[in-house]
């Protein structure tokens, strides 16, 4: 059951697709309400409550006993501990003797104290009089969360090739850095599927431009690539810079689709290329234009993109020097006034008329840069496109995935990797990934072996790292053979992997959930937030500290376990309960649920190679549903493409 009040005059977010009529405020009797200059949300949670949700939050799955901000902020420096991330995700579910979830729906700043003090009090500040509140009643958290997203509309559907291995680096400047890099992965062995173009491909950091001393030929080295099987995937960012003979300056200036600074002029920010403007997303008309922009890039036949620098990020203004660079986020301490500043001083124009401070509605902004860049690309091109963000709000997941952004080569950011994936499904972005190996600091063979191991069940599996840290590309490693056979696993297990992301975009379902949303009632697999359901049939427990060599593993059924290795799969029959389990380096263990079946396909070194159909079944089950399509098809649906097969 689902209801909807209304307060105020709420902006409209796009993340809500379903119409509901508003209940009286008198009927909402899981929270009671306070207004003042903020909106005060408070419950009270039961002594063994989880709270889950929140999508790309720090901490853990249960987000108990911590304060979370979302306020879409691009702090490099992650922690474990951090408030504020990329994205807002305001969905929450209380697992409680009468289990609920709560979707906050607005734009602006909202304070989320879970139990941070251990009084068991759950609050929401939410800084605007203007909101939809959706309160979901249900019998359990999971049955809770397909209701969420039954109204929050179906995720975008990537190509099959985004489900392939991803290399990139910031760093890569060249067509010889690039073609160096494919080359090598062809040489080790290590299937490859796309690699990404960081800032240093354009023209001084300029959107819609390719240096041309790096780049003579962009059509033709995409061309030559995509012979090979293998796709580039540029980087856009939000700001547009400021220059007389910029074709999309000109334009943006003279049609006022620039957001405007509190004197009626164009805002100006410095970021990569200098000074910028902002386009201003929140209008229609700007997101067309923007999303037709990318027409530069698919008739170099570039089909895949990310988007950065879209909370908006902002190294200084005319009123901030960079050397003011704020620092925000940390510990208990909110956004500091100065930065806060930056937000305040530019403006959208709302579809709805209304004028808005970027601070007002600020978490929108990437989100609606997605939107303008799908549908940009869906008019554009007749397949589907490959697209993620580093911001989002709830509703950009249709148009487009996140990866986590800026995290370091650390034990803490891979178990953070493996906390988020199920928090982000809960909230609709199925097609989600960390940077593999880690993006700041310098990755080590151990870190990225086991890194890759969780990769490999994550929908993006994307290996990046930042300027000026160690090299990380599987290459560069000893004993390449170990990285070829971990990432070689993805490939293998890609029937299975494709087929249940599509069956859980198409049905408005989760991919990758905790255990105890496929055990309820199962007390143990409540408290188990390190291993994770990966579609119907399999469970992961990645080992995710360092220099060990295995792991204790909680089994709520009994299981076949798989262990992968250059050999191939070797399975067997293990009881339920606790199990320590060993797996060394170069090889992967994972395991398929009792009477599941996981097809499995053949070694490929991209998915251009891949035929979905030519499958092994390992597991005990009877039956399975394998969705298969030809990886591009726009007009994709479960009655068209999924089949049975019989073991
Ligand atoms: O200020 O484009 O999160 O993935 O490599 C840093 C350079 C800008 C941040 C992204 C990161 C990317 C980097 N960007």
Redesign the pocket.
């Known amino acids: 059951m689902i209801t909807k009040f209304s307060y105020g005059t709420p902006v409209e977010t796009f993340a809500v697709v379903k119409d509901f009529p508003s209940a009286g405020h008198e009927q909402l009797r899981h929270f009671s309400r306070k207004k003042g200059t903020v909106q005060y949300f408070t419950c009270m949670l039961g002594e063994e409550d989880i709270v889950y949700g929140l999508g790309e939050t720090m901490r853990g799955v249960n987000k108990r006993g911590g304060r979370y901000i979302s306020f879409n902020y691009d702090d ?1 420096h992650h922690k474990d501990d951090m408030p504020s991330m990329y994205g807002a995700h305001n969905f929450l579910i209380v697992d409680g003797e009468e289990p609920f979830g709560a979707f906050f729906d607005t734009p602006s700043k909202v304070v989320f104290d879970i139990d941070s003090k251990g009084s068991g009090v759950l609050s929401v500040a939410c800084e605007t009089q203007d909101l939809r509140l959706y309160i979901i009643e249900g019998e359990t958290p999971y049955g809770i969360v397909k209701q969420f997203l039954g109204i929050i509309g179906r995720s975008f559907l990537p190509p099959l090739w985004a489900f392939g291995y991803g290399q990139s680096r ?1 760093g890569y400047k060249t067509e010889r850095d690039i073609s160096r890099v494919a080359a090598k992965h062809e040489e080790a062995g290590i299937p490859l599927d796309y690699i990404c173009m ?2 240093d491909y354009m023209d001084r950091y300029i959107d819609f431009t390719v240096n041309k001393r790096r780049f003579p030929n962009m059509a033709g080295f995409s061309a030559k690539l995509k012979g090979k099987g293998l796709h580039l995937v540029p ?1 856009v960012d939000a700001g547009i810079k400021i220059e007389p003979g910029n074709p999309v300056y000109s334009e943006g200036v003279e049609k006022e689709y620039f957001c405007k600074n509190h004197e009626g002029t164009f805002f100006k920010a410095e970021v ?1 290329p200098g000074m910028t403007h902002f386009p201003d997303f929140f209008q229609e008309k700007v997101r067309r234009w923007f999303g037709d922009q990318y027409k530069f890039y698919t008739d170099s036949g570039l089909e895949g993109f990310w988007n ?2 879209n909370e908006p ?1 902002i190294f200084s203004t005319e009123y901030r020097a960079k050397d003011t660079k704020p620092d925000v986020g940390r510990g208990d301490v909110d956004q500091p006034e100065r930065h806060i500043a930056d937000f305040k001083d530019f403006f959208h124009r709302l579809d709805d008329g209304r004028e808005k401070s970027n601070y007002e509605v600020h978490n929108l902004y990437g989100a609606l840069m997605t939107r303008a860049s799908g549908e940009g690309l869906g008019r554009l091109l007749d397949r589907r496109y490959l697209l993620f963000s ?1 911001s989002s709000y709830i509703g950009a997941h249709r148009y487009g995935g996140i990866w986590t ?2 995290n370091a080569s650390t034990w803490e950011m891979l178990r953070q990797n493996v906390y988020h994936m199920p928090s982000l499904n809960m909230c609709g972005f199925l097609y989600s990934g960390a ?1 593999t190996g880690g ?1 700041g600091g310098n990755c080590d063979r151990e870190l990225l072996l086991r890194w890759l191991a969780v990769s490999v069940f994550t929908p993006l599996m994307r290996n ?1 790292t ?1 300027i000026f840290t160690r090299n990380q590309e599987c290459y560069r490693f000893r004993k390449v053979e170990d990285f070829r056979t971990v990432v070689s696993l993805r490939y293998r297990l890609l029937p299975y992997l494709y087929s249940e992301f599509m069956k859980a975009a198409l049905r408005q379902d989760m991919l990758i959930r905790p255990l105890a949303f496929d055990y309820p009632g199962d007390e143990k697999a409540r408290h188990i937030h390190d291993q994770l359901m990966v579609g119907e049939s399999v469970m992961i427990a990645p080992v995710l500290e360092k220099g060990v060599k295995g792991r204790v593993v909680y089994l709520p059924e009994p299981m076949t376990e798989v262990r992968w290795s250059s050999e191939g799969f070797t399975c067997i029959e293990v009881g339920a309960g606790e199990r320590t389990v060993m797996a060394p380096l170069h090889q992967v263990v994972f395991y398929i649920r009792k009477g599941k079946l996981v097809p499995v396909g053949k070694q490929v070194s991209n998915t251009s190679e891949l035929d979905l159909m030519d499958v092994e079944l390992l597991g005990t089950g009877t039956e399975y549903e394998q969705y298969a399509d030809d990886g591009y098809t726009k007009d994709c649906g479960l009655n068209r493409c999924v089949l049975r097969r019989k073991a």
């Open positions: 490099p910031w960081d800032i980087i990569w950065d620098m990020a580093r952004g800026d940077d993006f990046h930042a």
